[in-house]
Every structure is written in C-alpha cells, then in structure tokens.
T-cell receptor
Framework: DAKTTQPPSMDCAEGRAANLPCNHS???????VYWYRQIHSQGPQYIIH???NNETNEMASLIITEDRKSSTLILPHATLRDTAVYYC????????????FGKGTRLSVIA | GAGVSQTPSNKVTEKGKYVELRCDPI?????LYWYRQSLGQGPEFLIY????????DSGLPNDRFFAVRPEGSVSTLKIQRTERGDSAVYLC??????????????FGSGTRLTVV
C-alpha cells in the first residue's frame, strides 16, 4: 500500500504557482520523498526528490516540513503542459524495493 | 535506444486468447520493471528483473501472468487465457541497476491492452 496521502484533484491558473501537498506521516528516517508525474498516454516521469532539505531543480521545488511528515511540490509558473497526475512516493534511496504508486493528484492547469 | 520502447502500443484481443507484450529497455540498463495501470489508478508493480532473472515477482496477480528476459535486455510479458479484467495499460521501466534510486527509472509509454 502507498505510504502517502494526496488530494485526488486540483486546479491551477496558467502562470500561477501550483502547490501540490502530500502527507507521509509514517515516513522512516532513511526514506526519501520522490515526486513523479504522468502526462496523459505517457509513462511516469521523475521530477524531484529529497530527504530533509528543500530541493529545487529546473522542473520544480520540493518543500519538506521539519518533522518530515508532509511535503509540497511547487511548480512555480504552471503551464498547460503541466496538466498531469502527480505522484508522491516515499522509499529508501537505493536498493531493490519497487516503487509503490498511490492514486496521485490530478492537476488541471486552466488557461 | 534513447528511451524505453514498448510494443505494441495498443493490443485488442478476445477473451481467452494469449498475448505477449514487449519491452526494450535503455541499452545497458540491467534492471527492468513491469507495472500495470488500470483506469484511474496509479501503476501497480508486477515483476522486476535483475539481468536475466526475476528478482521479485510478488506483484504478478496469478499464474496466467509470466515474464521473461532471456538475454538480459528485451523482456516479454505473457498473459494466458486473457480475461476482461486484464484490460489495462502495461508499463515497463528500466534503470541502470536495481540499486539505482527511483530518480534513475525511465518508463516507457506503455501498451494498452483491451480484452473483449
């Protein structure tokens, strides 16, 4: 079973920041938070991951609370192409445990 | 190739028939994963290979499902006596090694299987 809880859907106006929350209250000390997204008719695509510190890359920013029980993925300037299902996954950083996906959040970016 | 290739992209079959779904991973990737995604759900793990061997097949739903990777590259997912409930998108992913973190997974676009 997925160890995360996400809202089923969200809307965001084009050009605005999209903030996608994720609860992972049972996260273990050695587990990372990973974010993937799945655009319609494509396979999931890695976005970003983090352990404790906030992270930023060219796609998004990841804010992890100090107690690590929740996190937020931020798309700073959402575009129509960011419309997708976003999955938050917790897992150890290496090792052969398969990724376990939940249902994710369906983000709709509206013009 | 540049990415993970899955063929066919769409497959329609009759109930009771046998089907094979193919996955070509990224060259040099030793780990290969199969997932199944039903409508409105996240991908569900089926099996993963390290090289030629199935390292974890705990997600295969029953003995009608079988997968092989005889030369450690291309993998085939085989489904016998298909049922309407097998209709889903079957996704394949590869990574350099099983120890590679999830940031190193590359997914294909999937095969949409419809059993009528």
């Amino acid at each position: 079973d997925a160890k995360t809880t996400q809202p089923p859907s969200m809307d965001c106006a084009e050009g605005r920041a999209a903030n996608l929350p994720c609860n992972h209250s049972t996260i273990s000390g050695n587990e990372y938070v990973y974010w993937y997204r799945q655009i319609h008719s494509q396979g999931p695509q890695y976005i970003i991951h983090g352990l404790k510190n906030n992270e930023t890359n060219e796609m998004a920013s990841l804010i992890i609370t100090e107690d690590r029980k929740s996190s937020t993925l931020i798309l700073p300037h959402a575009t129509l192409r960011d419309t997708a299902v976003y999955y938050c996954i917790v897992r150890v950083g290496s090792g052969n445990t398969p990724l376990v996906f939940g249902k994710g959040t369906r983000l709709s970016v509206i013009a | 190739g540049a990415g993970v290739s899955q063929t066919p992209s769409n497959k329609v079959t009759e109930k009771g028939k046998y089907v094979e779904l193919r996955c070509d991973p990224i060259s040099g990737h030793t780990a290969l994963y199969w997932y199944r995604q039903s409508l409105g759900q996240g991908p569900e793990f089926l099996i993963y290979f390290q090289g030629t061997g199935a390292a974890d097949d705990s997600g295969l739903p029953n003995d009608r499902f079988f997968a092989v990777r005889p030369e450690g590259s291309v993998s085939t997912l085989k489904i016998q006596r298909t049922e309407r409930g097998d209709s889903a998108v079957y996704l394949c992913a590869s990574s350099l090694t099983p120890m590679t973190g999830p940031q190193g997974y590359t997914f294909g676009s999937g095969t949409r299987l419809t059993v009528v």
